[in-house]
Structures are given as structure tokens and as C-alpha cells.
């Protein structure tokens, strides 16, 4: 039986630091398993020029711990008002490693987003001639499509005509939570990926609401059936190049998720490693955790991989601390409802 698993060092394709006391907090958490992360930029206000993302890492790297070894990958917030040739500059400039779609009122600090897709056409046009990849948050948001069936709506109407008119854009369908996710990913050729979270691996609808709301699983995408959640998980151990690790680790305080109207996201950037190695052992697949983790994304995203390694090893449950501590107050932790016998151990 394995109980040592050696792989190259994870990249995070799908995370959120936040900005302020926040990230302080939470930068560690990440920069401590990470090598590099795709950072989102739906600040307020959010991130929308070059200048503004160069102002954003500089944070960032202000607020990881000394020593650590932690590259965040910079992205632009898509608007309708994006200029094609400043987006052009700081890609060329290796400022900027993606572009961000958000609907308009998608998820947390959207609003910005945007509502009509043909006014981003220019910037797509743009984007698909530079290589520049479009990172795709999949939902629509028409109040009279139901909120689970929101993503395959978005293939659809929005997703599949955009790739359409514009050949040769590359696309990261972020953080999929269907079975129609899924499907479409792995039809969609060399120029689609997709990312998967852990949560989502982990959770379905009923984990949300069977037996009173629980606020702290709840996030955007909401989580399926169990149907899907199976289709998720299928696709993650796959082995398929398509699918790599997003973790949308997105921390919220706790006063912030439990209110009337509370905040969407699983804060889960520090137990990832061990949820995922039970997940992958639980499928018979812990032998292509490396490729989720740590080489499909690279391979997309036409970098590198990462040289390094760490060391998971299996032995008994694994404590993680509830919450972790922000001067805006504590940030709960994904619970993944099962012991976690996998820690890294260099």
C-alpha cells in the first residue's frame, strides 16, 4: 500500500487572495503547498488595467512570508470598457497571464462584469491573435434560469457562440460543476481547458441545504446533484490534459457568510493536498494526482512546470485548525466531512 506520493509542486489555477488584512491572512496559506496561482481580480475595485495589476501583485508579494517561493500569475478584470492595446501590453509585458470573464452579478464583486458580450468582441479578437487565454466564470445570470441550471445555459447561449466567432481564442472554462461542464470540456480540442475545485469534489446541493442551510459550503457555482459531483470526479482522475486544479479557495469572515444575505466561497487553500490525495486513493487514481495538480495546467497555460516537488505521506488523521485569524475577524475552513490521512511532509 502507498503511503508516500512524491509529485512536482502544485500550481493553483483558480484562486482568491482578497486585498488588505485579508490577504495578509491568507497569502501563507497558499505560498506554503503553491507554486504558482492565477489570481483574481474581482477586487473593489477590481483590477482592469495593467497598472492596476502591477499595483495588485506588488501587494501580494508584500504580503507572503519571508522566503517564499510563490509566483502569483496576474489577471486583467473583462469589462465592456477593456482596451484591447493596454490588455496587449501588459501580456507582452508578462505582467498579465490571463484575462477574466465575470457576468454581470455572477458572483462576489461582478458588477463590473459584462452584459453585453459584443461589445468585448475586440478584445477577444485581440486576445485569441496574442495567445492571451480567457479565464470564464459560466453562468448566466437571467433571473428566470434556475441557479442549477445556470452553467449549462451559459455553454449554450454564451460560451459556445463566443468560441465560435472567435477561432483560435484559448479558453479555461473555471471551476465546472456539471455533468454538461464536463461533456463540453472534453470535446473542445487543445484550445479549452477547464478547472475543477476541491469542494466541488466534494460536495453536492444536499450538503447545502439537507438538514439546515449550512452558509459555509455554500459558494458560486452552487454545487449540483450528486450526479454531477460524480462526473466531476471522473473527470479530475482522469487523467484527461483537459481538466487541472482551480481551487477558487475564496475566504470570506465568518460574519460576512452568515448573514441574511451571505457571502459565496469555501476557503480551502490550506487543506487542498490532503482532501484531493483521499479523493484520488478513494477513486484508485493516486497515481494521477500530479497530472491534476501539478502538469495539465502548466501544459495550457504554456509554462513551464515546476522543477521542485513535495512529499505526501499517509499516516494518521491529520488536524487542521476550524478557522484561521484576520484582523477583520476568523475565516472558516472548507470541511471535507471525512478524515484527512494525507499531509505534505516536504
Known amino acids: 500500500m502507498t503511503d508516500t506520493l512524491t509529485i512536482k509542486t502544485p500550481d493553483d489555477w483558480h484562486l482568491h487572495l482578497r486585498d488588505g488584512a485579508m490577504l495578509r491572512a491568507v497569502a501563507a496559506e497558499s505560498a506554503r503547498h503553491f507554486a504558482r496561482a492565477i489570481i483574481m481580480p474581482n477586487l473593489v475595485p477590481p483590477v482592469v488595467t495593467g497598472a492596476h495589476a502591477a499595483e495588485y501583485r506588488d501587494r501580494i508579494l508584500a504580503a507572503l512570508p519571508e522566503g517564499a517561493d510563490f509566483t502569483p500569475l496576474m489577471t486583467l478584470y473583462l469589462t465592456e470598457d477593456t482596451d484591447p492595446d493596454d490588455l496587449a501590453r501588459a501580456h507582452a509585458d508578462g505582467l498579465i497571464t490571463a484575462v477574466k470573464l465575470y457576468p454581470a452579478g455572477a458572483t462576489t464583486n461582478s458588477a463590473s462584469g459584462v452584459a453585453n458580450f459584443d461589445r468585448v468582441r475586440p478584445v477577444l479578437e485581440k486576445m485569441a491573435e496574442i495567445g492571451c487565454p480567457l479565464c470564464v466564470h459560466g453562468e448566466v445570470t437571467d433571473s428566470e434560469i434556475d441557479i442549477f441550471d445556470r452553467e449549462a445555459v451559459f455553454i449554450e447561449r454564451v460560451l459556445d457562440p463566443i468560441r465560435r466567432a472567435t477561432p483560435g481564442l484559448r479558453v479555461v472554462m473555471e471551476h465546472i460543476t456539471t455533468m454538461q461542464g464536463v461533456e463540453y470540456a472534453s470535446e473542445g480540442g487543445p484550445e479549452l481547458g477547464a478547472t475543477i475545485t476541491t469542494h466541488h469534489l466534494v460536495i453536492n446541493r444536499n ?22 459531483r460524480l462526473a466531476l470526479r471522473r473527470a479530475a482522475t482522469s487523467g484527461d490534459p483537459t481538466f487541472f486544479l482551480g481551487t477558487d479557495s475564496a475566504p470570506h469572515t465568518d460574519a460576512n457568510k452568515l448573514l441574511p444575505c451571505g457571502c459565496a466561497g469555501c476557503f480551502t487553500a490550506t487543506n487542498t493536498l490532503s482532501i484531493l490525495a483521499e479523493v484520488f486513493e478513494a ?64
Open 283 to 346: 477513486e484508485g487514481t493516486l497515481d494521477r494526482l500530479e497530472s491534476f495538480t501539478s502538469i495539465n495546467g502548466p501544459k495550457f497555460y504554456r509554462l513551464p512546470m515546476n522543477e521542485k516537488t513535495i512529499t505526501l505521506t499517509k499516516g494518521d488523521p491529520v488536524e487542521y485548525p476550524s478557522h484561521i485569524d484576520t484582523d477583520d475577524g476568523p475565516v472558516t475552513m472548507f470541511d471535507p466531512m471525512m478524515p484527512l490521512h494525507w499531509r505534505v511532509t516536504r
Open 207 to 228: 450538503h447545502i441545504l439537507a438538514g439546515g442551510i449550512k452558509p459555509h459550503y455554500y459558494c458560486l457555482p452552487v454545487a449540483k446533484r450528486e450526479e454531477h
